[in-house]
C-alpha cells in the first residue's frame, strides 16, 4: 500500500481509500488512544473524533508521506481535548489503581505482570517525561512526532526522554541494562 497514493486519493473525495489509511494502523491508533483515555469506551470515543477531523482536513494535508504521523497528532489532541472536557487531564500520568491489580479479562490491551511493573517504574517520572518516553518507546513514534504532537520543541523532547531514562536507570540498577548508545536494554518496555 503506498500511503501516499492513498492520501491523494482521500483527498479527491475516495472514502474507501481513507478507511483503508485508518485501518491499516488502526491497532496503534487504538493504543495510543487508550493510554491517554484509560479505558475501552472513551478510546474509540476520540478515535471516532479523529477519523470525523481527518475526514474534514485532510484536503490541507501537504505531504501524503506524513499521514500517519500528522493523524496520531489529530488523535493525542482529541484525546487532550476530551480529557479537559472531563476536567480530567492528567496526560498518562496517573494510572487507576485498579490497573495494577492485574486483570483477568479477554482484553489484549490490557496489562500482563511485567507489564505492570513497568507502569510502576514509569510511575517515578514527571507526567511529561512519562508521555515522551511512552509515546518513543511504547508508541515508536520519531522525536519530531513526539515534538509536533506535544507542541514541545524537539530539543526539549530529548531532554525530558534523557531525564526520564537517567531516572529509570537509578531505579533499576543503573549502568548495567544501558548498551554502548545510552539506551535501556534489558527491561520489558512494551505496554
Given at each position: 500500500?503506498?500511503?501516499?497514493?492513498?492520501?491523494?486519493?482521500?483527498?479527491?473525495?475516495?472514502?474507501?481509500?481513507?478507511?483503508?489509511?485508518?485501518?491499516?494502523?488502526?491497532?496503534?491508533?487504538?493504543?495510543?488512544?487508550?493510554?491517554?483515555?484509560?479505558?475501552?469506551?472513551?478510546?474509540?470515543?476520540?478515535?471516532?473524533?479523529?477519523?470525523?477531523?481527518?475526514?474534514?482536513?485532510?484536503?490541507?494535508?501537504?505531504?501524503?508521506?506524513?499521514?500517519?504521523?500528522?493523524?496520531?497528532?489529530?488523535?493525542?489532541?482529541?484525546?487532550?481535548?476530551?480529557?479537559?472536557?472531563?476536567?480530567?487531564?492528567?496526560?498518562?500520568?496517573?494510572?487507576?489503581?485498579?490497573?495494577?491489580?492485574?486483570?483477568?479479562?479477554?482484553?489484549?490491551?490490557?496489562?500482563?505482570?511485567?507489564?505492570?511493573?513497568?507502569?510502576?517504574?514509569?510511575?517515578?517520572?514527571?507526567?511529561?517525561?512519562?508521555?515522551?518516553?511512552?509515546?518513543?518507546?511504547?508508541?515508536?513514534?520519531?522525536?519530531?512526532?513526539?515534538?509536533d504532537m506535544t507542541g514541545a520543541?524537539?530539543?526539549?523532547?530529548?531532554?525530558?526522554?534523557?531525564?526520564?531514562?537517567?531516572?529509570?536507570?537509578?531505579?533499576?540498577?543503573?549502568?548495567?541494562?544501558?548498551?554502548?548508545?545510552?539506551?535501556?536494554?534489558?527491561?520489558?518496555?512494551?505496554?
Amino acid at each position: 500500500m503506498k500511503v501516499s497514493r492513498l492520501v491523494s486519493q482521500a483527498q479527491r473525495g475516495n472514502k474507501e481509500a481513507l478507511l483503508q489509511l485508518i485501518m491499516a494502523d488502526q491497532d496503534a491508533y487504538y493504543r495510543l488512544a487508550y493510554s491517554y483515555m484509560g479505558n475501552e469506551h472513551d478510546a474509540m470515543d476520540a478515535m471516532e473524533d479523529m477519523i470525523v477531523t481527518i475526514y474534514e482536513k485532510v484536503g490541507h494535508l501537504q505531504n501524503g508521506a506524513a499521514f500517519y504521523s500528522w493523524s496520531k497528532t489529530i488523535l493525542v489532541n482529541r484525546c487532550k481535548t476530551l480529557l479537559r472536557k472531563k476536567k480530567r487531564f492528567l496526560p498518562m500520568e496517573e494510572e487507576q489503581e485498579s490497573s495494577l491489580d492485574g486483570f483477568t479479562d479477554d482484553n489484549p490491551y490490557r496489562k500482563t505482570e511485567s507489564e505492570m511493573d513497568m507502569q510502576l517504574l514509569l510511575s517515578h517520572l514527571t507526567a511529561k517525561q512519562r508521555e515522551v518516553i511512552e509515546l518513543r518507546y511504547i508508541h515508536d513514534l520519531p522525536y519530531q512526532t513526539i515534538a509536533d504532537m506535544t507542541g514541545a520543541p524537539l530539543g526539549t523532547i530529548k531532554s525530558r526522554m534523557s531525564q526520564g531514562i537517567q531516572k529509570l536507570k537509578v531505579l533499576i540498577g543503573g549502568d548495567r541494562y544501558e548498551n554502548d548508545r545510552g539506551e535501556i536494554t534489558g527491561v520489558q518496555t512494551e505496554l
